[in-house]
């Protein structure tokens, strides 16, 4: 039994003429300071997690604390704690406690969304739209992240009588600071929740109360060890709330996924740990290099060496203007504006006169890139304009998480030269709300009736009828097609990317607003770009036509979005460019490549991959598509030589290692295979392909048990192909959401319903795979 080194005076909150600046503090300690050492951007190397059970807390709960769920104290959260029974509010040392010597972390933490993800009127609003139905125990599920505290306390129950001086600090400093592990990166709060506490002993052992301020200085080591781990520094750390999934028992249906900002940043260029990007960074950035970068201090005692923001600027532009935190509403409204995302006016193809505006596009030439080529256009042409919205400085998708009420959409204009709109698509209409046939960043969640879910009621979510996204380093291409008026002299494009935290369908919901009030927030707009066609000859730009290592660049993007659009025979034409324009350019070789391999034809592709070898041979991404083809023309062997050395340089790989462990099974090596799925699950403890697969390793090696269980989870995890009719149900009835489902849709004023390709789609037994954005 360890001894605390002293006694602990339980302070509740702190008085706030308590709260002292901590420079005179740090002037006299500076000689005690130890610096740490920055280790952003380490490898993350999972601990050995405990298993559940070994964490369930022995203490009975409460009398009356419900547990609908079974013995599980925080279902349907993940979340656990190592400690037993509950903690009491006073627990956790309040922000204004710590704040009184951290003041400047103190206020940048209170403008930020984590400190006010429990008081909003719209999360409220939300959250009792659950509470109210089902009862508070259901919305464990939400409070393992919006309100730990809460939930630790056990105050998130119907007859729970906690007091809850916590709920307006909502992620306070002790929340985060006190997480010890994260169980795995399954996220829904899978984190280990430990005793709050500001000092550890001389032993290292937790000291639970509030130390007086003397008693932290003189210690300042005890008090870092106490409020400080390595896995802060990591992405899995975030991962542990900003991955979502809804369990069965929050919906009674089945395991949904919602949403993973980590997955996504897991498998980009940001993380350095797969080589599939199409683009490569010099060094990896996680989540805190990017929303907590290291400002420089406004308080003297910081200086030098600045502070870990703890804004966590990102997109909300709510939460600023709700309270009024100008300083978080500028600086939002900045980091949006900043340069993220990329628009590229990049191609026309012009048809000429006479055709009737419902008559298919037949294409002329691709008129590429815009600003380098000459061409003309006559009064009465239909045009085609292809736009590139490339993802550039975002660590995950473009709108990474409840794209269900964020709206983030592109907003296309042509007018005439008169200034009259010709063809709008993404207008906000007098009603407030957003064209519904725009390219939208969003997703349209059905319920099982086939209604939208337009409250952020995700525990009625059911299927997904539209889901837009830009994947990082990916690039979206949109078409837009409209007709030059005649007796025009010219055509001036615009686009713009715009982002609103809500849809307004939400904002009216959840504040009572008619129809029509203005929003209550703001607008952002993104990126813009414009483009200026006249009527008769157009020459390149001049005298600053874009250069050549623009145009490749610009090149690449299109085929990246035509992969994307799964139009390879495109993308295979606009890699081509790329090559043509820089014969050294290792990985255009391997793009041909890899458009070659999706249209199936593998030896055109391995002849690709071997010219890019020609000039970097130990390239792991041609490596790796050459594994693929190999193993598509039944060369197990050949594949299995070819992947395993990129498995092992890149042990979190996961699309490899899904190869691996499909060949290996296929040979009936089943100890090898079980081994690169459990590679797989141990990345994504929900990978559908592992779980669909590893089940038949187990029952081949024996193990009924795991076999068993691993067909719950793959009927969980995989998709629900019955869910399918109430989509196409939906589809029939709103055949813009059904076009703009399509990948090749090309955006024009008056779209018929009649297009034979959603006719198509719309006549298949089941929904197409496609419309699913997989993180690839
Ligand atoms: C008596 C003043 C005082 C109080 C109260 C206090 N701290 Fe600190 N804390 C410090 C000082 C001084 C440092 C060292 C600053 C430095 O990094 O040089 C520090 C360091 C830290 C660090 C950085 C550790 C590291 O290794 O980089 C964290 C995190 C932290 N405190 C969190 C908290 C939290 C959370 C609370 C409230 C529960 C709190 N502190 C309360 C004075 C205080
Ligand atoms: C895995 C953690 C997690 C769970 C579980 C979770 N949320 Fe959230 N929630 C988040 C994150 C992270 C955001 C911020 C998303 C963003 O801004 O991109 C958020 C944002 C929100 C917002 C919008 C807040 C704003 O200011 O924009 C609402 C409303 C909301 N959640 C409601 C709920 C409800 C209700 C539940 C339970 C049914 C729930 N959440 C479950 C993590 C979670
Ligand atoms: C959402 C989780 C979260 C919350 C809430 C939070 N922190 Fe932190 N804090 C972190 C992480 C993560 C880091 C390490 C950041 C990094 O890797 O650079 C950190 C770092 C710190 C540091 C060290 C900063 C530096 O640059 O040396 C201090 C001090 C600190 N936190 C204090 C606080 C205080 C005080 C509060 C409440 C007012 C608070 N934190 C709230 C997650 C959090
Ligand atoms: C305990 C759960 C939890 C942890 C841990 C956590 N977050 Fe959050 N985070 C949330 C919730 C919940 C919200 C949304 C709150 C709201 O808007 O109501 C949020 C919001 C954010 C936002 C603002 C999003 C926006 O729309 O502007 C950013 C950025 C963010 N988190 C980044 C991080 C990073 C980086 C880490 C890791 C260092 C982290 N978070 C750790 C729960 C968490
Ligand atoms: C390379 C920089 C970068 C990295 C790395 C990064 N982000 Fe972001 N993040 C951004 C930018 C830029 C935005 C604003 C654009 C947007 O919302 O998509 C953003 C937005 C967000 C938002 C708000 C999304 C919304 O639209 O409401 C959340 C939450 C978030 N990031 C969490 C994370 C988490 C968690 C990680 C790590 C797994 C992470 N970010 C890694 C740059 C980054």
Known sequence: MTVPIFEVPIVATPHPSTRLSLRPILVAISILLFISPCIHGQAYSAPSAPSRSDLLPEVQPPHGYALPFGSGLYLPSEAQSNFPGFLRPEDFPSAAYCGHCHQEVHDQWR???????????????????????????????CEGCHNPAGMFTGAIDDKATVARPNDDDGITCMVCHSIQQILNTSGTGSYIMGKPAVMVDRDGQPVPGLPTDKQILDHLDWHRKAVMRPLYHTAEYCSVCHKAAVPKILNGYKWLRSFSAFDEWQQSSWSRESPMPFYTKP???????????????????YAGRGIASHRWVGANTAIPAYFNYSEQAKRVEAFLKEDKVDIDIFALTVEHSSSAASAPFKPTTLIAPLGSVPFSVMAGDFIRVDVVVRNKQIGHALVPELRDFYECWLDFEATDSAGHTIYRSGAINDKHHLDRTARAYTQTILTR???VVDRHDIWNGY??????????????????????????????????????????????WAFDKKTDDPDPFPTVTMATASFDINTGVNLPHSPDPPSVAVDKVRWNNYGIGMVDRQMFAEAFNAFEHVVKLDPKYEPGYVNLAIADYMRGRYDDALKWIGQSATLDAADPRAQYYKGLCLRWQKHYIEAIATLEPIAQKYPRFRQVHQE????YLTLHRYAESKAHYEAVLAIDP???????????????????ADADKEAILA????????AGWVLQRYWRENPDIARKSMPAHTYSP????????VKRVLDLQNPPSFIWIEHE
């Open 463 to 508: 299927i997904r009828a539209y889901d837009a996204t830009v994947l990082p380093g990916r690039s979206d291409l949109v078409r837009y097609r409209f007709r030059v008026p005649i007796g025009m002299t010219g055509v001036h494009v615009s686009v713009a990317l715009r982002y609103r935290r809500f849809n307004r369908t939400f904002m009216e």
């Open 750 to 757: 008056g779209d018929a319903f009649d297009d034979a390709n």
């Open 111 to 141: 403008q930020s969304a984590h400190a006010n993800s429990f008081r909003t009127p719209w999360y409220l609003k939300n959250v009792h739209l659950l509470t109210d139905a089902r009862g508070l125990a259901y919305s464990r599920h």
């Open 449 to 451: 009736r086939g209604t």
């Open 715 to 722: 009927a969980q995890t995989n998709a629900d192909t019955s």
């Open 686 to 704: 929900d990978d559908a392909t592992a779980h669909r697969w590893i089940g038949a390793d187990y029952a081949a090696l024996g193990d009924r």
């Open 660 to 663: 691996l462990g499909y060949i």
């Open 283 to 301: 060094q990896q950035s996680t989540c805190q290099d990017c929303h907590m970068p290291v400002e420089p201090a406004l308080t003297k005692e």
